[in-house]
């Protein structure tokens, strides 16, 4: 079964916005655990533009009681990620080579140019218990590669199927991710996902590209709980408000 980690950064975006402490983090981590998630990621950068350094410890402190449930932090190790991962010892640390100034996470590593500053970090990371993923392409040479130098598993950047999904070239895009996951396995590596995965493209993604163990989704998972959620919200907020109004007509 492919187990689903939800990524809260873009709560934390919100709750920058203002200076009111909400929406909380821990709230929604709650929210999600009770709903039935199998996990909740954390992507801090050095910017704190969205998940800062507390909140990393408020919700190692919250699934501190929540045993069952895999704490994911992900990041460029290069970044100061490295300090906090062996502090909090999440089930999983997914290393990400994304630039301080990168919008988003855009792409995978180069392990030509990368696997050996990767490998001591790798290393240190696995002495300390914590499970090692590695963010890359759907390109099947580079991905066995990734196994020589020590890490569990890789994430597979999504974007490029996301993109392709309604068009011609979708059907290219899961061969070759399909491709990858495999050359991922004959490596004895787990595999996960995650980038621009939602609830339309969930479902084909998961038919094709077999055995993946796990997809990490946020911002469409957080997107789409506004449309489930906002008209709700809309009549709680009504019903306040004639709370107030028999209260004047008493």
């Not at 392990?111 to 240190?124: E, F, G, N, S, Y």
């Not at 990858?180 to 996960?192: D, Q, S």
Request: some cysteine; glycine content about 6%.
């Amino acid at each position: 079964m492919t187990k689903l980690s939800v990524n809260l950064n873009k709560v934390a975006l919100l709750r920058n916005s203002r200076a009111l402490g909400i929406p909380s983090v821990v709230r929604a981590a709650e929210t999600v655990i009770a709903a039935g998630a199998h996990g909740i990621t954390v992507h801090p950068r050095p910017d704190a533009r969205h998940i800062r350094v507390q909140d990393v410890h408020d919700l190692a402190q919250l699934l501190s009681q929540h045993p069952g449930i895999e704490f994911n932090i992900e990041g460029n190790p290069f970044e100061n990620l490295i300090d906090l991962a062996l502090q909090l010892k999440p089930h999983q640390c997914t290393l990400v080579p994304d630039d301080p100034a990168a919008f988003t996470s855009d792409h995978g590593w180069d392990l030509p140019r990368d696997a050996a500053r990767l490998k001591p970090v790798i290393t240190q990371i696995k002495a300390a218990g914590i499970r090692v993923s590695l963010f890359m392409d759907a390109a099947p040479d580079a991905i066995a590669r990734v196994a020589e130098i020590g890490a569990d598993r890789i994430e597979l950047y999504t974007e490029p199927y996301a993109a392709a999904f309604g068009r011609e070239t979708e059907e290219l895009e899961l061969r070759r991710f399909a491709k990858a996951a495999e050359a991922a396995r004959r490596a004895g590596l787990g595999v996960n996902a995650g980038h621009d995965l939602n609830r339309q493209n969930l479902p084909q993604f998961l038919s094709i590209v077999k055995n993946v163990l796990e997809v990490s989704i946020g911002h469409a998972l957080i997107a789409d709980a506004f449309d489930s959620g906002l008209a709700q919200t809309v009549r709680d907020y009504l019903a306040a408000m004639r709370i107030v109004d028999t209260g004047r007509s008493a």
